[in-house]
Nanobody, 115 residues
Framework: QVQLVESGGGLVQAGGSLRLSCAAS?????MGWFRQAPGKEREFVAA????????LYVDSVKGRFTISRDNAKNTVYLQMNSLKPEDTAVYYC???????????WGQGTQVTVSS
């Protein structure tokens, strides 16, 4: 069982930045971020595996968000710049033990971007 602990959410004005962190209690194959806005389905935001693979992003955050991993700390980060009101959502960290499925989820952290 892997536990994920997220931190870093909050309220920011449009154009601002936030950095999310997610620490895993054990080693993982891949870690990523999803988000869910009110009334919408959860959507993929970004992910990367621990073996140097290319990070993946949803088109709407490309050029603004950066995902990084510290494998020694089993931690993944999401640096969010140039935030927009439409980025407002609960952001969830996810971890996979192998390719093909997300096995564990964090509790979620609220990100609110005011216009």
């Amino acid at each position: 069982q892997v536990q994920l602990v997220e931190s870093g959410g909050g309220l920011v004005q449009a154009g601002g930045s936030l950095r999310l962190s997610c620490a895993a209690s054990g080693r993982t194959y891949a870690m990523g971020w999803f988000r869910q806005a009110p009334g919408k389905e959860r959507e993929f935001v970004a992910a990367r595996n621990g073996s140097g693979g290319r990070p993946l992003y949803v088109d709407s955050v490309k050029g603004r968000f950066t995902i990084s991993r510290d494998n020694a700390k089993n931690t993944v980060y999401l640096q969010m710049n140039s935030l927009k009101p439409e980025d407002t959502a609960v952001y969830y960290c996810a971890a996979a033990l192998g390719p093909g499925a997300w096995d564990y989820w964090g509790q979620g952290t609220q990100v609110t971007v005011s216009s």
